[in-house]
Structures are given as structure tokens and as C-alpha cells.
């Protein structure tokens, strides 16, 4: 059942007028620690400290100063895009202002908002790039300029303050208001017939669209969206797939192209095709989203092969040596996977977004949040080289994470979501309360009849796999409400207990999908979900060329990988050397999955092709430990690979 939603928009990046279930906010949903509550305190105490002095030092902010007092082009620093990268940076200090109401964070937003401000024209164009003497006019670029793409992600920031700090007297939502204005000025119905080569701006608009209840913003979205697929955009050595100006969006039957800007495009499409009903474009939307899902998708749910274009490959084709799987590729993946998931309520979306949190965004940020992977490779074949802190990476793919990137979209990416990942916890609908994703966490909420919902959640997941969801309030005999719990596609075997605070416990299976309590819960009333943590084999689809013949390990949501550094009992120093054992399983012991494995035989023949013959025949088998994906290169330079070839 599809739900119109009239209460006040939640604290959250999305809140969409209709849809099957409604997203619990900041406000209503608080993680409390764990997993990524660690990972959120790093990301509030160092990421964007580090983000904010990189954008000082690289230029980027002081490019809005020099905008206003006339020193551009001549002092310009950055690429043509580097003006949204302070948006994402603010968009993410304005989550963490509403998450922690940090004095220190507020006083920085208000003096980059201020710096901002100040460069807008009076038309509201905003640009440090475009427009002024010496630079190129505005609009002259739409293939790379990236200028709406760049007002995309200010009418994004402008978004979160306005749900995290409504009655702010910053400013922020009156510049984005400005700018939206002119956007629709230009490129309306009867302005010019083109698009951006960088989709995003489509979200921004139909968010702003949604706060500000303009529903011009809304249809210039729509526009947008319903440009592409026309050719508007020259042609290029990688084709229009490259910014989805080949097929219209309706048409496609997966994500193609860049996989960032596929993403954003999808889910700007997805915003449209509700906010509007348009079941068409949302059905169409579904299915790209189900091809690229089976057909397109790394195991660590990272999406995009090609590194030359940062793009998807053609279905099947995932080599995990050259794997790019960019960290905003899978920003973007959320984004629309949560859409999706809003819109439809099933769970396989919010699997995806799990398999996505756990093995990639958790994976860019070192665990001091100041550097990080911007592509993220599943087989890295030589040693990595230790980034020099003070310096900018000029490789999306380097070797090791790095502090600062020349194109450094990802960092602030990063920042923005683990501020704002409490808001994709959980959802509502009219009879219940969703918990989408595992962490301890406070939920509080008020369903549209006016039942009270609190309850916490206790759980050290993916340590173990034991929920512990505990209710807070005592309702009326007959004020029931649904609790649903995701169980995870991996879950197979997982149980569920319901323990009353003044009863006796009832059990059962719970199957992948999802399960469902209802009751009028008391205060202390207790559901628990089991979800079976044992290591697992996983073995790819046969029509992935690139692995086939090998295997990776999984525990919960977490994929594994094996690194040079822990293969000393093996006598190898490289993970080339070795195979799966016959047989082999995976354990756990001492707190670590361990794997048993066999060193491969070696030739120095002058050429690497021979007849066959099994390499590992008669070697001895020996254990070694694996690491989560999300670790890797933590302990100094290595190989590592995710898929590991079978011996035999």
C-alpha cells in the first residue's frame, strides 16, 4: 500500500511525498555507538576537520573569495568541479550539526556559508569557474563544465540545513533559492533544450522542491530527467552512455555509463516518478535497478569495471584486478537503492545498502578518517606505495589511501553520509515501525494516528549477529503496532524471539526478507533476531569470466580478503602464491576467520603457457588468517585479493 505522506518532513536526506514506507530522521532515529557510531565519532572529530583544512590549503574555498574581490581567473585553484566539493562538505556539517549540535561545527558552517554568499550574482548564478572576464561564459561547457552539477550539491547542503536547523538566519536555502530560480530561468519549457554531462542536479532540485513546496523545481527536475537519452551532449571516444544522453531513462535496461552520474540520474528519476506518480518511469527505474544488480555488481556491492571512464561494464564483466568500484559510485548507490526502498518497501534494497555501508563506504576512510580509497580495487597485484600526507594524489586509484585527491569527490562524500546514516536506519508506515539497518541505536516516533513508539536497539552486529529491540513505552491493550525486521538474503537460519517483560518467551525461524511482530507492546518487552554469523563460501556466477574458478569468503555483511602480510605460515610473501586447499572451509578462532590454503608450485619457464597440470598437487595445507575487506591495507603495503582460486 502506497501512503501519502502530509506529516512534517523527517530530518532526513530524503523524504518523498508518497511511497510505501516513511523515512525516520535524525530526530527519531539516534545510533548510539557500535560499528559506525565509532565510525561517526571519527568522521565529527577528524574527517571534516581534515576536509575543511584541505579545502583551505588546496584553494577551493578561497576560490568564493576571489570570486568576490575580482581576483579570477588569474588565482583560480582546482578542477571545474571543485565548487561542489564545499556543498558536500557543508551538506555533511549541517547532518553532523543536527546529529550532535556541535557549537564548534556551526560557527564553521555559518563562516563557509558566508564566503559563499558572497560570490552569488545577483541573477543567483554561482560559479568560480564560469561567467566573469577571462573565463569561459556560462553554459558553454555542459559536457564537463559541471556548473549544474555543482548546484546540485549547494541545493542539496541548502536541504540539510533547512531539515536539521529550519528557523537558521544563515542564508544558505535563500542562495539556493536564488540559483534554483535562474536554473529554471534558463532551462525551462521555453529555455534552452539541454542538460548537465554530470546528473545531480535533479536530486538538489526536486529536495529543494520538496522543502520549499515550489513545485517549479520539481518540474525543472523533471525536465532534466526526460532530456536525457536526446543527444543534447556532444559525442565522445566513451559514447553518450557515458552521461546517459544515449537511451532515455524510461528505455534503459541498466545502469550504463559512468557509474556516479548513472546512479545520481537514477535517483533524481526516482524522486521525480514519485513526487509526480509517474509508475511508468518508477517501474522502469526498477528493473535498471534489478539487471544491474545481478548482472553489474561486485560482491562488495561496488559498482563500475572500467577505469578509463569510471564506468559500468557490459553485464558480467567484473575483473576484480581492475575493479573500479569508485566510493561515490556507491554513494550514489544508496541513494538510489533507499529511494527505491522507500517507494517499494523490499528488503533486497536494503540489502544492497548493507553489503554497500559494510565493504565499501566503510572501506575508503582510514581509521583515522583523514585518508582514503577513492577506487576501490578487489585484487591488488603489487604492493601499494604509502601516500605522503602533505601531498595531493594525482591517481584515483592509488595504491593505498591517500590524503587528498586532485578530484577529491569522495572524501566529502563519505563525510555526508556517515553524518547522516541514522536517517537510514529505520521507516514508517501507518501500522509500524521498519529497522532497516543493524546498529545500536534510540528509535522515537509517532505514528500518523498518534501511537507512541520508542523502543532501543542492542546489538554489537557484525561481531555477532544477536538484535535486541527493546520496547520503551507501554501501549494501550489495543494500541498494537508492527515491528518488521529485516532478515538479510545471507540469513538463512535465523531465528527470532519475542520475550515479553511479563510472559513467557515464543520462537521462531525467521526467513530471509523480512519478519514481522505485532503487538501492543509493553515497556521492557523484548524481540530478539539471531542471524547466523558463521564464514561462508560464495562462489560467482559462471558467467563472470574474470573469477571464475575461485571463491570468496563472507561473514554476515562483511566480505573478506586475504593479504600478503598474513601469509608467512604459508612461506609465500604475495597472494598470487597461493590457492584454496581441497576441501577448505572457513573457520573462526581467536576472533578472526581463517581459511586453509596451499602454496602454489613455481617456474621460471620463458613462457607462462604449458600444458595443464595441478600446481598445488601434493602440497600441504595450512591455515591463515583472512581480514574484512573493510581493513585491508592497514597494517603497511600488500597484494590482496577477495576471490581466491580453488586448488584442484
Same mark, same amino acid.
Given at each position: 500500500?502506497?501512503?501519502?505522506?502530509?506529516?512534517?518532513?523527517?530530518?532526513?536526506?530524503?523524504?518523498?511525498?508518497?511511497?510505501?514506507?516513511?523515512?525516520?530522521?535524525?530526530?527519531?532515529?539516534?545510533?548510539?555507538?557500535?560499528?559506525?557510531?565509532?565510525?561517526?565519532?571519527?568522521?565529527?572529530?577528524?574527517?571534516?576537520?581534515?576536509?575543511?583544512?584541505?579545502?583551505?590549503?588546496?584553494?577551493?574555498?578561497?576560490?568564493?573569495?576571489?570570486?568576490? %574581490?575580482?581576483?579570477?581567473?588569474?588565482?583560480?585553484?582546482?578542477?571545474?568541479? %571543485?565548487?561542489?566539493?564545499?556543498?558536500?562538505?557543508?551538506?555533511?556539517?549541517?547532518?553532523?550539526?543536527?546529529?550532535?549540535?556541535?557549537?564548534?561545527?556551526?560557527?564553521?558552517? &555559518?563562516?563557509?556559508?558566508?564566503?559563499?554568499?558572497?560570490?552569488?550574482?545577483?541573477?543567483?548564478?554561482?560559479?568560480?569557474?564560469?561567467?566573469?572576464?577571462?573565463?569561459?561564459?556560462? $553554459?558553454?561547457?555542459?559536457?564537463?563544465?559541471?556548473?549544474?552539477?555543482?548546484?546540485?550539491?549547494?541545493?542539496?547542503?541548502?536541504?540539510? &540545513?533547512?531539515?536539521?536547523?529550519?528557523?537558521?538566519?544563515?542564508?544558505?536555502?535563500?542562495?539556493?533559492?536564488?540559483?534554483?530560480?535562474? @536554473?529554471?530561468?534558463?532551462?525551462?519549457?521555453?529555455?534552452?533544450?539541454?542538460?548537465?554531462?554530470?546528473?545531480?542536479?535533479?536530486?538538489?532540485?526536486?529536495?529543494?522542491?520538496?522543502?520549499?513546496?515550489?513545485?517549479?523545481?520539481?518540474?525543472?527536475?523533471?525536465?532534466?530527467?526526460? &532530456?536525457?537519452?536526446?543527444?543534447?551532449?556532444?559525442?565522445?571516444? $566513451?559514447?553518450?552512455?557515458?552521461?546517459?544522453?544515449?537511451?532515455?531513462?524510461?528505455?534503459?535496461?541498466?545502469?550504463?555509463?559512468?557509474?556516479?552520474?548513472?546512479?545520481?540520474?537514477?535517483?533524481?528519476?526516482?524522486?521525480?516518478?514519485?513526487?509526480?506518480?509517474?509508475?511508468?518511469?518508477?517501474?522502469?527505474?526498477?528493473? !535498471?535497478?534489478?539487471?544491474?544488480?545481478?548482472?553489474?555488481?561486485?560482491?562488495?556491492?561496488? !559498482?563500475?569495471?572500467?577505469?578509463?571512464?569510471?564506468?559500468?561494464?557490459?553485464?558480467?564483466?567484473?575483473?576484480?584486478?581492475?575493479?573500479? %568500484?569508485?566510493?561515490?559510485?556507491? @554513494?550514489?548507490?544508496?541513494?538510489?537503492?533507499?529511494?527505491?526502498?522507500?517507494?517499494?518497501?523490499?528488503?533486497?534494497?536494503?540489502?544492497?545498502?548493507?553489503?554497500?555501508?559494510?565493504?565499501?563506504?566503510?572501506?575508503?576512510?582510514?581509521?583515522?578518517?583523514?585518508?582514503?580509497?577513492?577506487?576501490?580495487?578487489?585484487?591488488?597485484?603489487?604492493?601499494?606505495?604509502?601516500?605522503?600526507?602533505?601531498?595531493?594524489?594525482?591517481?584515483?586509484?592509488?595504491?593505498?589511501?591517500?590524503? $587528498?585527491?586532485?578530484? %577529491?569527490?569522495?572524501?566529502?562524500?563519505?563525510?555526508?553520509?556517515?553524518?547522516?546514516?541514522?536517517?537510514?536506519?529505520?521507516?514508517?508506515?501507518?501500522?509500524?515501525?521498519?529497522?532497516?539497518?543493524?546498529?545500536?541505536?534510540?528509535?522515537?516516533?509517532?505514528?500518523?494516528?498518534?501511537?507512541?513508539?520508542?523502543?532501543?536497539?542492542?546489538?554489537?552486529?557484525?561481531?555477532?549477529?544477536?538484535?535486541?529491540?527493546?520496547?520503551?513505552?507501554?501501549?494501550?491493550?489495543?494500541?498494537?503496532?508492527?515491528?518488521?525486521?529485516?532478515?538479510?538474503?545471507?540469513?538463512?537460519?535465523?531465528?527470532? !524471539?519475542?520475550?515479553?517483560?511479563?510472559?513467557?518467551?515464543?520462537?521462531?525461524?525467521?526467513?530471509?526478507?523480512?519478519?514481522?511482530?505485532?503487538?501492543?507492546?509493553?515497556?521492557?518487552?523484548? @524481540?530478539?533476531?539471531?542471524?547466523?554469523?558463521?564464514?561462508?563460501?560464495?562462489?560467482?556466477?559462471?558467467?563472470?569470466?574474470?573469477?571464475?574458478?575461485?571463491?570468496? @569468503?563472507?561473514?554476515?555483511?562483511?566480505?573478506?580478503?586475504?593479504?600478503?602480510?598474513?601469509?608467512?605460515?604459508?612461506?609465500?610473501?604475495?597472494?598470487?602464491?597461493?590457492?584454496?586447499?581441497?576441501?577448505?572451509?572457513?573457520?573462526?578462532?581467536?576472533?578472526?576467520?581463517?581459511?586453509?590454503?596451499?602454496?602454489?608450485?613455481?617456474?621460471?619457464?620463458?613462457?607462462?603457457?604449458?600444458?595443464?597440470?595441478?600446481?598445488?598437487?601434493?602440497?600441504?595445507?595450512?591455515?591463515?588468517?583472512?581480514?574484512?575487506?573493510?581493513?585491508?591495507?592497514?597494517?603497511?603495503?600488500?597484494?590482496?585479493?577477495?576471490?581466491?582460486?580453488?586448488?584442484?
Amino acid at each position: 500500500m502506497t501512503m501519502q505522506i502530509s506529516t512534517t518532513a523527517p530530518q532526513a536526506p530524503v523524504a518523498p511525498s508518497r511511497g510505501r514506507l516513511r523515512p525516520l530522521g535524525q530526530d527519531e532515529v539516534r545510533i548510539t555507538g557500535g560499528f559506525w557510531g565509532d565510525r561517526q565519532a571519527v568522521n565529527a572529530a577528524d574527517t571534516f576537520a581534515h576536509i575543511s583544512a584541505r579545502l583551505e590549503s588546496e584553494g577551493w574555498l578561497p576560490n568564493f573569495d576571489l570570486a568576490v %574581490s575580482g581576483g579570477l581567473p588569474e588565482g583560480r585553484r582546482g578542477r571545474e568541479f %571543485s565548487d561542489s566539493e564545499i556543498y558536500k562538505y557543508l551538506e555533511g556539517l549541517a547532518w553532523e550539526i543536527g546529529r550532535t549540535g556541535s557549537p564548534a561545527l556551526e560557527e564553521r558552517f &555559518r563562516a563557509v556559508v558566508a564566503r559563499v554568499a558572497a560570490a552569488q550574482e545577483a541573477d543567483g548564478y554561482l560559479n568560480t569557474k564560469f561567467g566573469r572576464p577571462g573565463q569561459g561564459e556560462r $553554459w558553454s561547457d555542459l559536457e564537463w563544465g559541471h556548473e549544474l552539477y555543482c548546484l546540485g550539491h549547494l541545493f542539496q547542503a541548502a536541504v540539510a &540545513r533547512a531539515r536539521t536547523r529550519p528557523d537558521a538566519d544563515d542564508g544558505l536555502l535563500e542562495v539556493a533559492r536564488r540559483a534554483a530560480d535562474m @536554473v529554471c530561468r534558463e532551462f525551462g519549457a521555453d529555455g534552452r533544450d539541454a542538460i548537465c554531462g554530470h546528473a545531480v542536479v535533479e536530486v538538489g532540485l526536486a529536495e529543494l522542491a520538496r522543502v520549499t513546496g515550489d513545485d517549479r523545481y520539481l518540474e525543472q527536475a523533471r525536465l532534466f530527467v526526460e &532530456r536525457h537519452g536526446r543527444g543534447t551532449l556532444r559525442d565522445i571516444e $566513451w559514447g553518450r552512455k557515458y552521461y546517459q544522453d544515449d537511451v532515455a531513462v524510461r528505455d534503459a535496461e541498466a545502469l550504463r555509463g559512468h557509474a556516479v552520474r548513472a546512479n545520481y540520474l537514477a535517483a533524481g528519476a526516482a524522486d521525480v516518478a514519485v513526487d509526480t506518480g509517474d509508475d511508468e518511469l518508477l517501474e522502469a527505474l526498477r528493473r !535498471q535497478w534489478d539487471r544491474t544488480v545481478a548482472r553489474r555488481t561486485y560482491v562488495t556491492g561496488g !559498482q563500475g569495471s572500467h577505469h578509463q571512464d569510471e564506468a559500468f561494464g557490459e553485464d558480467w564483466e567484473l575483473p576484480a584486478d581492475r575493479a573500479y %568500484s569508485e566510493t561515490c559510485a556507491s @554513494v550514489g548507490s544508496i541513494m538510489f537503492s533507499w529511494r527505491l526502498l522507500l517507494a517499494e518497501g523490499d528488503p533486497r534494497h536494503a540489502d544492497l545498502i548493507e553489503r554497500t555501508l559494510y565493504n565499501v563506504v566503510a572501506t575508503s576512510p582510514a581509521p583515522d578518517g583523514r585518508s582514503f580509497f577513492y577506487a576501490n580495487t578487489l585484487h591488488q597485484r603489487v604492493p601499494g606505495v604509502a601516500a605522503d600526507p602533505d601531498t595531493t594524489s594525482p591517481r584515483a586509484s592509488s595504491s593505498l589511501r591517500a590524503p $587528498w585527491f586532485e578530484v %577529491s569527490c569522495c572524501p566529502p562524500n563519505v563525510a555526508r553520509t556517515l553524518a547522516s546514516l541514522d536517517a537510514y536506519v529505520a521507516t514508517a508506515d501507518d501500522e509500524g515501525v521498519q529497522l532497516h539497518q543493524f546498529a545500536p541505536a534510540a528509535v522515537r516516533t509517532t505514528l500518523p494516528d498518534g501511537r507512541a513508539i520508542a523502543f532501543d536497539v542492542e546489538t554489537d552486529y557484525p561481531v555477532s549477529g544477536r538484535i535486541r529491540v527493546i520496547s520503551r513505552t507501554d501501549a494501550a491493550a489495543d494500541a498494537e503496532w508492527t515491528l518488521t525486521l529485516r532478515v538479510p538474503a545471507w540469513a538463512a537460519g535465523a531465528r527470532l !524471539q519475542v520475550v515479553p517483560a511479563d510472559g513467557s518467551a515464543e520462537e521462531w525461524e525467521a526467513a530471509p526478507g523480512a519478519v514481522q511482530v505485532r503487538r501492543a507492546f509493553r515497556s521492557g518487552d523484548t @524481540v530478539e533476531l539471531d542471524l547466523p554469523m558463521a564464514p561462508r563460501l560464495t562462489a560467482p556466477d559462471e558467467r563472470i569470466d574474470a573469477v571464475r574458478g575461485c571463491l570468496v @569468503v563472507e561473514r554476515g555483511p562483511e566480505v573478506f580478503a586475504l593479504e600478503s602480510v598474513d601469509l608467512g605460515a604459508a612461506g609465500a610473501d604475495d597472494v598470487a602464491q597461493v590457492a584454496l586447499a581441497p576441501g577448505a572451509t572457513p573457520v573462526e578462532r581467536d576472533g578472526r576467520v581463517w581459511i586453509d590454503v596451499v602454496r602454489h608450485g613455481e617456474s621460471d619457464a620463458g613462457w607462462p603457457y604449458a600444458e595443464p597440470v595441478d600446481a598445488a598437487r601434493g602440497a600441504a595445507s595450512v591455515a591463515v588468517p583472512l581480514v574484512a575487506y573493510h581493513e585491508w591495507a592497514e597494517r603497511g603495503p600488500s597484494t590482496m585479493r577477495v576471490w581466491i582460486p580453488a586448488a584442484g
